[in-house]
T-cell receptor, first 112, second 113 residues
Framework: AQTVTQSQPEMSVQEAETVTLSCTYD???????LFWYKQPPSRQMILVIR??????QNATENRFSVNFQKAAKSFSLKISDSQLGDAAMYFC?????????FGTGTRLTIIP | EAQVTQNPRYLITVTGKKLTVTCSQN?????MSWYRQDPGLGLRQIYY???????DKGDVPEGYKVSRKEKRNFPLILESPSPNQTSLYFC????????????FGEGSWLTVV
């Protein structure tokens, strides 16, 4: 079975600062993918970043980057130059064995 | 425009009254799935489908049924809804099992009284 753990229910960061959201996962699959999703108050699910487990290079998307530690089964999200529009719930997710498993989420607040 | 469409978006129903939440995608995706989102629990997978006529249980399938008679449609059926099925439901699709990009519907708020 797959599990995804987000140990920070809430985080806050000053606008323009950097924040890191933590995620650990457990899977027996050798072929899997990891994701970070953003869910604003509208409840829309927005893909932030995606990482293939077989790739050693950490994925980046503009101000968003991940620190993928495969041996430690860790997949943290770093948001640089935080903006007010980054305020949302963030979900970490793992896909393997035809199942997409989500963590319980981290609510990120941006302080102006 | 590529999209996943769910209907209804909002529904209040009574215990035991059968209902169907429809999901349709216009991207010719093989993989489709349903999730429910509850406070403090994140999103949990209910059912998924690898292709037409191929469906399988996710983590919380009890009380739900699905069908995949056409590639584009993947309805979620609650035969006898109960209050513990009050939740926000998401349908999602993807081109392959290896997830090029997952497309989510806008969600369906379901309240069972």
């Amino acid at each position: 079975a797959q599990t995804v753990t987000q140990s920070q229910p809430e985080m806050s960061v000053q606008e323009a600062e950097t924040v890191t959201l933590s995620c650990t996962y457990d899977t027996s699959e050798s072929d899997y993918y990891l994701f970070w999703y953003k869910q604003p108050p509208s409840r829309q699910m927005i893909l932030v970043i995606r990482q293939e487990a077989y790739k050693q290079q950490n994925a980046t998307e503009n101000r968003f980057s991940v620190n993928f530690q495969k041996a430690a089964k860790s997949f943290s999200l770093k948001i640089s130059d935080s903006q007010l529009g980054d305020a949302a719930m963030y979900f970490c997710a793992s896909f393997g064995n035809e199942k997409l498993t989500f963590g319980t989420g981290t609510r990120l607040t941006i302080i102006p | 425009e590529a999209q996943v469409t769910q209907n209804p978006r909002y529904l209040i129903t009574v215990t035991g009254k059968k209902l169907t939440v429809t999901c349709s995608q216009n991207m010719n995706h093989e993989y489709m799935s349903w999730y429910r989102q509850d406070p403090g629990l994140g999103l949990r997978q209910i059912y998924y489908s690898m292709n037409v006529e191929v469906t399988d249980k996710g983590d919380v399938p009890e009380g739900y049924k699905v069908s995949r008679k056409e590639k584009r449609n993947f309805p979620l059926i609650l035969e006898s809804p109960s209050p513990n099925q009050t939740s926000l439901y998401f349908c999602a699709s993807s081109p392959t099992r290896l997830f090029g990009t997952i497309y989510f519907g806008e969600g369906s708020w379901l309240t069972v009284v």
